[in-house]
């Protein structure tokens, strides 16, 4: 909806700096009667943590979450009672530094310039947005849909592409880069040292795969579930680009190619033959595996010297120092799952409020 | 913000189905004094009209619109008053006739049979949304930032794309297709020459450049300038994948190749000497062109026969008989550039209430 | 939520200006399924319909209404689809006329000063915003709740207050006045009669009782129910007070005296022994009735002759000419009912959706 | 708009239970470059604070806030940068106490019926939320309006009412019950006395005052400031009534009673010689001081046994043991005073986002 909020029925809002001293979110419109433990947001938060391998950044987060509100004990966790939920996470590591030069330099693909025109005031001390609250509520939003399974992989590092006929689930939690692609892991291993070595950064193609989004969630117009996921993952810090099912390459085919033709299994159930549309048909789910992918541009906190301006309009050569990913698509896999995890969570229960169905 | 309006301070709101009695928009929040005659209105809305040319739908919309509120008379036009102004477009050629089979099939790649899951009745006369009534808010968007020229054109069909060193604005206007390459003009007709004798359809990318956006317009996280762009570009409808700047060809670069430089000009003002960002940096526009690009899959309306199921679960083979487009990307410029001048203007209000620059 | 649209799940934006061309409302994220005439909607306009007896205004509105979009015929009337039912009456009496210094005069007690200051433009023909499309948005909102019932009277005008204990429903129906005490319909005729021909004008207070509403609707703090209520018959035109319950009465109550006590009736189910509460406890509904209460204050356009000011800062005495209710208190009964009507289909689609209980 | 947030451009959300954790605040949208200390929030949080007198609940709450994002270091305070500004309250005197039949019995007076009806779940505990957050929130709103004062009195205690005439603004700082005329306040002393030994509570009435509030702001229909005043006011706990201007009263006066005449003074500029209107018409401010009052009921929690039932809906007898307010009304003077600022902080910012102007 507005600045710091999404989701209309399930609703988030999140605030905090990377480098202040808390950072945290408030769920609203969770249903009440949700069992989770404070282990079950951990652990998403530690998939996206930094410090995790040498191919994402070294900087170290403490992302231990407290529990604030609406929630009751119960056995080893909690029970959500309808009121908001706030969560919170504290920042263990903001010890005071020297900026310096960076305090008044605008680093060249980061947001410093336009921060400045737009508000006239810039916290250079980290004034970025941690994607972190963002991934604990979409433990809660995984929670709300009955066998809701959200899962998202690496499907692309610069050049490399992995081979979709190789995809493998279970191979995405045993290397460090969410690939699924076995094959392609040392590929990306190799090419990510080289990056790290010359202290650049490559960009990434980010895949999320919902399956059992029931059938019917979604609207037509503007209340279509892929408009509010493609909304949810562009709001994803260096997300450029989005596409649900085929996306781009759904350009190039014809009619009869595109359309996913339908049948009825041995059950006499409606089954298609296809997914090129993604899960989504006039932005309602068919029932069929909801797919998008984005693509996260590299950072550009690098160390390849680049000429910029500072705040006094003076030309600079900026370096920017620092532990940083050489390629921030990797720590975006849970994130870009949490997205897609909420926009579902909204539309089930604004579904079930409009029609009384699931 | 829900399920049929879009928008925050600038906002739309869109009712009406295509084969109905009427379809419309209300735009509320519109600033008081802006001129505007019904003449603006109708040209924009003849820009997306079928039946220009033979490669769009020969279907006939009149397309002639009332102004029904929010403005007084002022010379040969219309000044906004600041209350909610709603156009109507009546509907002249909504024939009765025989719905047949169709009525209870469901039409492969359409969204007939989510429809159904959803709401468990379904307009089969022809339920689809117009996009005209955008495209006429798009009219008053454009005129409430100063200077604001929103422009777009078809980059590819199919597998053709424009070569975009031959990019022409005045060509766009000049050919059928609102291709920018007058090399590629004739590729185009006879690729859908032979599309449309076939009976089958085609899909298409558009690129909608915003010149003059204030630099400052957007926010940081969940109200980024390109989320809202991407999120209304992704409700159009047949609209499948969304790109800003570089968009997806940004993940194969490298950092120090993706971060558009900074100088100063002669006159001492900020430049920038690349533009992969799109003009729009951390969610906020930088002052650049902002440049959007999306993906329309082909039209489901083919004459091609395709398998599939009616309303009783029986399979079925569908032809979708009618007048329809060959590539309904033609006709998604003026909508996709409406969409664009929308968020545009949303975003300006907001800004100008948040910080009270401009 | 916004300038010209209200609710949540069931939202209404309405436009048009009372003397313009047209006005109408768009009910968006009304259930699909949900059947109607267009009888419903005209029978309830024709109930706040200006020109019913000598006690409202004589001015003529034709009031029928159109139904534009969201529906499917379904036996002598419409089923909704779903997707935005858009309603519309065209304005017949629109002649043109001299508007002379009143279009320049800001007359005491309306809001023509502070139109100009805001908006620097203001509409001088009556650009009034008519309530019409408030009610036919509320036929709809009826229909959404089963058993719902609301029904509105009016409790005072000017000094006379009902007998509460001669209250009667059927009463209501058989005067001009909305007045459930036969006892008082004379007096209420003879106080108005006096006060038209004086050219003078008297304020009113009105009570919506709501039965059936289900409990559990609403929400603590910002959703409140009771809040939702007061928000809506706040933004009825002329209206200065709002009470739930007891209201300002509760102010003078101790504790024991204000606490509605319950048991069990003799099914075992809870019953409460008063209702001080106006069935509403926490903004959540308790199942009693919930009873709401407005205060509208006398019309300022009177043929007494008033000191004011034009728009060039000159002082004028303003005499308002034309014709105008003494009492619009009368006419604000059915726009009360379908407002809290509104509030409560919102909360019941709401609390569907967030509980997936009733 | 939604559950636990309010506001359009400045959006507050909050979160927290009475007893539990914390509580706080996130407040969105907020002016980049407004300073303020943490001073300026604790000096109000005190104000509403309990324990400061024996007419208030002596339980003690810690309210030492924590500003938590948002802000840059300014001087002895902060400014803030326009992102959202969280703030937090954690909960000192959060003990384990054992909560015996009050865990499943329905309090008279209270929501608890209500919450178990909603929610199915219900925290016992202390599920209450407190209006401290708000009071933060108002801080920042007052910044916002250049010149902005927003005060509050208690105008009446049960059946004691102040005279008017008497009322001195720096009366209300030098007695425990905000109360305006020095006569009046002995009598709520001993009134209050007498309640408290009884063992039971009173009801009160607030009156709140914001001056230089810019003309303008509001705007006709559904975003009119005092319907946004209204709503914020009635979502405060245990506030059964809200009046703008005259209020009720207005229902008794005629037309040329209650329209504010005009004239302008030796400067040429437009005066209102009275201000039955409350300072707002149409929707809209006229400049002149806004009025609001309210009714608060007298708290349920009271030593005086009711009866009840449980959540077996067992008949039970309930007395509310702990510490409480005799007579809430008092504590909720800073509330009403930070609602009236947020809802003119909010509509000052969409007036400059739509108009331009202040």
Known sequence: ???????????????????GAALGCVVDGCPPGIFFTQGDIQAELDRRKPGQSKYTTRRREAD?????????????????TGTPVAMMIEN?????????????QYRPGHADYAYDVKYG?????????????????????????????VRGAVVAIGEHEID????????????????????????FARSLDEIRKAGSSIGAVVEIVAENVPAGLGAPVYGKLDQDIASLLMSVNAVKGVEIG???????????????????????????LSNHAGGILGGIATGQPVIARFAVKPTSSILVPRRSID????????VTRGRHDPC????????????VACAVADHFLRHRGQTGRV
């Open 1 to 19: 909806m507005s600045f710091n909020t999404f989701g209309h029925m399930f609703r988030v809002t999140t605030w905090g700096e990377s480098h």
């Open 64 to 80: 231990a979450v407290r529990i604030l509100s609406g929630v009751m004990p119960e056995g080893k966790g909690y029970i959500t």
């Open 92 to 104: 263990t590591d903001q010890r005071s530094k020297d900026y310096g030069d960076i305090a008044r």
């Open 121 to 149: 005031v810039r916290d250079y001390r980290g004034g970025g947005r941690s994607s972190a609250p963002r991934v604990a509520a979409g433990v809660l939003a995984r929670k709300i849909v009955p066998g809701l399974q």
């Open 164 to 187: 979709r006929s190789r995809w493998d689930w279970d191979e995405v939690g045993r290397n460090p880069f969410f690939c699924p692609d076995s094959a392609m892991v040392d590929i």
């Open 246 to 272: 085929d996306g781009f390459a759904a350009a190039r085919l014809r009619g009869e190619e595109n359309a996913d033709e339908m049948r009825v299994d041995d059950k006499g159930e409606p089954v298609f």
């Open 311 to 318: 705040a006094d309009h003076h030309e600079v050569d900026v």
């Open 328 to 339: 921030v698509g990797i720590r975006a896999v849970p994130v870009g799952e949490a997205m």
